[in-house]
């Protein structure tokens, strides 16, 4: 099963600054994916990161906000923008192995914006 | 859309009691997934379901898919308090997935 890490694991930011969260995956994936999760609920997914194209994103988050890069099969990076205390919340990197269907995520950057 | 609903959204069971968390889905889809999700950590896989009539069973967890209900159940057996958790069913379609509300689960001792 991939091994997932992520950088931060945690910040508190001031509003209006931006921080940029990487994921580092331990085996090369095509599909990698960004979710919040802000506290006590559910997961939503932000956007898509195949390496060599463009992240696609869900509804309701753009890329001037969020940011994403996918140099290769490895790595992500995503960005928080302009940040308000509205993005405090869980920023959870996911990659999908073909193999096996498995779906594994990350452990999560938790993000405190004052 | 696709839309996941999950019921019961909460849950506080005695251990040793049998009981069924139920995920309904909007939409066909190409896979389903049920996660465990402990205070503060990260999700873990429990159970990835392919194909309709399929039964997956680890320790006092069995999950069961019906396609054609768009229908899928998490049983617990004997629950134990170490299952005390939050549990999200998650739908795939086009290679996205979906997450249910979760499902707070506290047991009892």
């Known amino acids: 099963s991939a091994v997932i890490s992520q950088k931060p694991s945690r910040d508190i930011c001031q509003r209006g600054t931006s921080l940029t969260i990487q994921c580092q995956v331990d085996s090369q994936v095509t599909m990698m994916f960004w979710y919040r999760q802000q506290p006590g609920q559910s997961l939503t997914l932000i956007a898509t990161a195949n390496q060599g194209s463009e992240a696609t994103y869900e509804s309701g988050f753009v890329i001037d906000k969020f940011p994403i890069s996918r140099p290769n099969l490895t790595f992500s990076t995503l960005t928080v923008s302009n940040m308000s205390p509205e993005d405090s919340s869980i920023y959870l990197c996911?990659?999908?192995?073909?193999?096996?269907?498995?779906?594994?995520f990350g452990p999560g950057t938790r993000l405190t914006v004052t | 859309e696709l839309k996941v609903e999950q019921n019961p959204l909460f849950l506080s069971m005695q251990e040793g009691k049998n009981y069924t968390i139920y995920c309904n889905y909007s939409?066909?889809?190409?896979?389903l997934y049920w996660y465990r999700q402990d205070p503060g950590k990260s999700l873990e896989s429990l159970f990835v379901?392919?194909?309709?009539?399929a039964v997956k069973q680890e320790g006092r967890l069995m999950a069961s898919l019906d396609t054609k209900a768009r229908l899928s159940t998490l049983h617990i057996t004997a629950a134990v308090h170490d299952l005390s958790a939050t549990y999200f069913c998650?739908?795939?379609?086009?290679?996205?997935?979906?997450f249910g509300k979760g499902t707070r689960l506290h047991i009892l001792p």
């Open positions: 379901l392919l194909s309709n009539g």
């Open positions: 998650a739908v795939d379609r086009d290679d996205k997935i979906i």
């Open positions: 939409t066909t889809s190409d896979r």
């Open positions: 996911s990659v999908w192995e073909r193999d096996s269907y498995e779906q594994y």
